[in-house]
Structure formats: C-alpha cells, structure tokens
C-alpha cells in the first residue's frame, strides 16, 4: 500500500489549473517534497490530500482510503502543518496540545503523557507556559508541526515549514524533519533547494499545475543534465532561460 | 471530547481578552451605576421609573448580553480569517463541535454577566432603598437563556457570515438597535406607532420585557413574551447552524 497515491488529480478555479492531472505515489515512510514557483500548485495539492478541498476531477488516496469518500478516516490518519503558523495564539503551548489530545479523543492520562512527550521531544521546556502568540517565529513553527504529530498521523504535510525562520531556526527544524523521517510518510513543500536536497528521498517539480519531473536528485540531474537540484530546477521549470 | 476541547479554547480566548471585561462587564455594570445616579437627579412628580433600580437591573442585563454577542462574533470571525480554522478542519472535527465549541462557553460567560449584574444591582437597591426581590432577579436570570442563546446564536451567525473588520460593525449596529428598539434606556410602550410595531415585531423588546416583569414577579403577559424569545432563539439558532455548516462546505470545496 503506498502512503499516497494520486491519479490523474485535478483542480480547477473557474479558468484557472491549480493542479493539472497529477500522478504520483509515495511509499509509507518516505519523505517526499514538492517543489515549485509560487502559484504552482503545491499548496492546493496538500489541500485536496489532506480533505481541505475538493478535486474538480481525478482521485487521491491517503493510506489506501480515498480522500473524498472516506474523509472522516483519511482526517484520522493525517496531521498538517499549514504555511501559516496556524495556533492558539491566546493559549500556551501545553494548552494547544492538551486542545488537540482533546481534538482526538484522548483520555486524561493519554493527554498528560502526550503533553510531556511532546515538550520533551521539541525541546519546548522553557516555553511550555507561555502564550503562543508570544513566541518567536521559529518556535511557533515548532508548535504548529508538534501540533499536526498529536494525532499520531501516518501521513504529515509539511507546508513551507521553514519560511520566513533563520539559518539556526531552519536548522532545528531540519533535526525535527531528519527524526521523523522513516517513521512516518512525510510531504514536504519548500522554497529552498537545499532543503530539499539535504532531507527529501524523492522530489516532485511543479510548475503550472503539473508534475514537471520526479525521482531522486541524481535522476532529475540526469533529466535535467545540469548539476545540483537548483540548476536542474531552473532547466526543468524555466527550460534553461 | 472535541466540543468539550474547543469549548476550553473558546472559554480561554475570551477570558484572556482584557477588552472582554472592560466590555461585558465594565461597561454595562457602569451604565447601571451612571443611569442610577440620573435616576436621582430626575424629579418624581414625572413619574418616570425608567432609570430605577428595580426597572433598570434586567434591561442592563439584557443591554450586557448584547456583548457576548460581539465577543462570539468577534472570536468566530477572527478564526475564519487565520489558517487556524482550517487546520482544524482537517482534524476530525465535525461542523457541530464547532457550533457547541462557541455556544457552550459563551453561554456560561452570558450566566455569569447577568448573576453578576444583578447581584451589583441589589447592591445599587441597598443604597437607592429601592426594594429588589432576590427570588425575582434569580427568575429573571433563568427567564433570560433563550435570550442568551439568541445573542450567541446572532453573534456566532454574523462572525461567520462577515469578515472580522464587517463583522463588529453589523455587531453595533445590533447593540444599538437592541437597547433602542428594545427599551432599554426608555419605555418603548409609550412610544406608540410604528416605532412600537417595530419594537414588538423584534426580539430585543421582549427580551427586556421578560427581564423586567420576572424581577419584579410580575406574571401578566409573562408568558407571552417569554416564548417569543424561545422562537427568536430557536430561529437564530437554526440560522447560525445552517450557516455555518454552509460555509464550512464552502470552504473545504
């Protein structure tokens, strides 16, 4: 069973293709990233995987459910992490998370062992009482990946996980990808190529909608011909201007 | 498990909001005190009993829920605008939870202004000597939870329907109306006319009405207004729900 599999998906806003006939599978455990200009189409593709929109045609599978079929199971099996840093901005951070143990039915005791569980892993000790909307970029950041793992997901959507933070913050932030990878299926969109090139098993090229190319970096480097994933990004996208 | 979950949130998001005391209580618990003291000020051969105490508690209580109102707008309407509701959307979260996640706490907060609001003003009728019958006003508490629910109800509906910049000025617009229309700073049964019509064919003047006969046990026409609020209740929820599952669906299309 793949983690992800997608066929022929497709989404369209009035005139507009977000996503053009997307085929792509993702084995369990891999890590895979999406890259592309802005407007290429990778936030809506995570958007109809994770049940937030609908295909205008076309299939998508989480886990073998189907998205748009078996939602309420697909939901049970993701976590998403958005671009924006999507918290509780007047709650702590132990607060988010005993709201989202709450969000999954936990029981008590399930909570107080996920909570700490969580602080401890994230290295969110010194933080762990104090009001998300206080804190810093990079530890928002943190909050809101900590948050899509609660549900324990077999799947998680990483959407630009590291805009807008620090060369350290994004470094953290690649440890906390690097731990996970393996465990659990992971979708990665970003804007840098060295994140990609330093954390994904397989990567995707969009552009316009469409899947471009796809493999791991020696094979888009010998699709492409040029060296290093942001040369090949450039020919693959803009067809070597 | 999940509304109870995002009732806590709601619950703390409110609480924590420093313009949420200074508005749901402050506020009408100052128009109480102010309106007391123009009552004094008021010659008692007009007869006009408007600003007393006794007429005065269950119209302010009234006027204060049209706050809750505000803060359930304004909460429901921020929500909408971040990536926050989204990302809950792709939780297991069901449209319900939701609903009952704003109406649960809001609902308690509403309990909680009005016991507050009259126990200030029995106080206010220890020093006017104006007689304030405990039984009456702890009535009158119970008597307003269809009305609480309506305010929750209009507030949840207009956070949903408009964005957060619209959103607190159509709020405004209610609160205005409902304190004017209402006959909450004036007697709207002597105004007569149309302005009366208007009056009775909204909730708000029997909102106020229900307040003020069940402080003072009176029971005449009790009844009747009690279950227009019912109806407006019953109607405003079914608006928000409808609502807010339409664009919920809209949203995930």
Redesign the interface.
């Given at each position: 069973m793949f983690g992800i599999e997608t066929r022929f998906l497709t989404k369209k806003y009035k005139d507009k293709t977000a996503v053009d006939q997307m085929n792509i599978t993702v084995n369990e455990g891999e890590l895979f990233a999406l890259l592309g200009v802005n407007g290429a189409g990778k936030t809506t593709a995570i958007r109809m995987l994770?049940?937030?929109?609908?295909p205008t045609s076309g299939e998508c599978y989480i886990m073998g459910k189907n998205c748009l079929t078996e939602s309420?199971e697909v939901?049970?099996l993701?976590g998403?992490s958005?671009?924006?840093?999507?918290?509780?901005e007047?709650?702590t951070v132990c607060?988010n998370i005993?709201?989202?143990?709450?969000?999954?039915?936990?029981s008590q005791e399930k909570t107080v062992r996920v909570t700490d569980k969580m602080i401890s892993l994230f290295n969110m000790e010194d933080v762990k009482d104090q009001?998300a909307g206080t804190l810093s970029g990079g530890w928002k950041r943190k909050l809101s990946i900590t948050?899509a793992l609660i549900?324990e997901p077999k799947v998680l959507f990483l959407d630009e996980p590291t805009l807008g933070l620090d060369v350290l913050a994004r470094r953290e932030m690649w440890k906390i990808v690097r731990a996970l990878k393996g465990k659990i299926t992971i979708i990665l969109t970003t804007h840098y190529m060295d994140e990609a090139q330093e954390l994904a098993d397989r990567i995707a090229i969009m552009a316009n909608g469409k899947v471009m190319a796809l493999g791991t970096l020696c094979e888009l480097e010998s699709l492409s011909g040029e060296k290093g994933l942001e040369n090949s990004f450039i020919r693959i996208v803009g067809g070597g201007k | 498990?999940?509304k109870?979950?995002?009732s806590?949130?709601i619950f703390?998001?409110i609480i924590?909001?420093p313009l949420s005391y200074i508005f749901c209580l402050g506020f009408p618990l100052i128009m109480l005190v102010v309106m007391t003291l123009i009552n004094d000020s008021i010659p008692q051969e007009t007869g006009m009993t408007i600003f007393r105490i006794d007429d005065l508690a269950g119209a302010i209580a009234v006027f204060g829920l049209t706050f809750i109102m505000l803060f359930v707008c304004l909460t429901a309407a921020k929500d909408r605008l971040?990536?926050?509701l989204?990302?809950?959307?792709?939780?297991?979260?069901r449209s319900g939870d939701f609903i009952v996640g704003y109406t649960l706490p809001a609902f308690l907060l509403a309990a909680l202004q009005t016991v507050i609001t009259f126990a200030v003003s029995e106080a206010v009728s220890l020093f006017t000597k104006v007689e304030l019958h405990l039984g009456g006003l702890a009535l009158a508490a119970v008597s307003l939870f269809p009305t609480m629910i309506m305010f929750i109800s209009l507030g949840l509906l207009s956070g949903t329907l408009f964005s957060e910049k619209a959103a607190p000025g159509l709020c405004s617009v209610i609160i205005s109306l409902s304190s004017f229309l209402g006959g909450v700073w004036f007697d709207a049964d002597r105004t007569g006319g149309v302005l009366l019509k208007i009056s009775k064919a909204l909730p708000f003047y029997h909102s106020v009405k229900v307040a003020r006969l069940a402080s003072a046990l009176e029971f005449e026409g009790f009844g009747k207004h009690f279950l227009i609020t019912v109806v407006w209740a019953a109607a405003f929820t079914t608006a928000a729900v409808f609502v807010f599952k339409v664009k919920m669906r809209a949203d995930?299309?």
């Open positions: 994770t049940c937030l929109c609908r309420n939901k049970k993701v998403i958005t671009q924006e840093t999507a918290v509780a007047n709650l607060e005993r709201m989202f143990c709450g969000i999954y039915g936990y009001r948050l549900g | 498990m999940r109870k979950a995002f806590v949130r703390k998001e924590r909001d971040g990536a926050f989204v990302r809950l959307y792709a939780t297991p979260m995930i299309k």
